[in-house]
Every structure is written in C-alpha cells, then in structure tokens.
C-alpha cells in the first residue's frame, strides 16, 4: 500500500492549488484521509482530514480557505486550496489509515510530501 501526492506548485498571493493523493495497492477500506503540512523550522501540523462518512475538519488557519474530499471509488483524497497566503508555504503530507487487503485491522501511512510555496 502506497499514497501518492501530486498538485504542489509555485502559486501568487490570492491564487489557488488543488492537492490530489491516491491510495494503490491491496486495500480493502479506508478510514481517515487527510493533509498535514510543515513549513522550515517549525513541527508538522493538521491541516484538515476526512472520514469515511465525509465528516470533515479543519486546522483554524484554513478555514473558509480550504476544502478537502474524497472518492472513495478511486481511494482519493483531494485538498482545494483557495485565497492563498505566503504562511501557507510548506510541505503537504497525505496520511491515512488503511485496511490493507485480508486484514482486519489498519495501520496508517504517510505521502510522500509536495511543496507547495506561496510567493509573489
């Protein structure tokens, strides 16, 4: 089982982004879906996730700015990014917690990070 992120850029104040992250392998469900990102220097922190349901939240900072969803079809997770700002400079990490194929129980896993700067 493997997370792919793709959708980081160099985008202008104001602009947006949209991060997609599909789950491959043997998967037979997934529970959580959700972005958490980490600027230089400082720890990596929530931005917003998603369960099963399409229950959502959100880091503070984002709200109102962002939207995350899923597919579950294709075990996608998406994060559109709007009224972007320059704090929002940083790595975005996907992470979920996936039942692999067979098993009863989930363990989570981790993207493998895009960058996403915000700069004039």
């Known amino acids: 089982v493997q997370l792919q992120a793709s959708g980081g850029g160099l985008v202008q104040p104001g602009g947006s982004l949209r991060l997609s992250c599909a789950a491959s392998?043997?998967?037979?469900?997934?529970?959580?879906m959700g972005w958490y990102r980490q600027a230089p220097g400082k720890q990596r922190e929530l931005v917003a996730r998603i369960i099963s349901s399409g229950s959502t939240n959100y880091a503070d900072s984002v709200k109102g700015r962002f939207t995350i969803s899923r597919d579950n079809a294709k075990n996608t997770v998406y994060l559109q990014m709007n009224s972007l700002k320059p704090e929002d400079t940083a790595v975005y990490y996907c992470?979920?917690?996936?039942?692999?194929?067979?098993?009863?129980?989930?363990?989570?896993?981790w993207g493998q990070g895009t960058l996403v700067t915000v700069s004039s």
């Open positions: 992470n979920a917690d996936i039942y692999p194929g067979g098993s009863s129980y989930y363990s989570n896993y």
């Open positions: 392998g043997s998967i037979f469900g997934i529970n959580v």
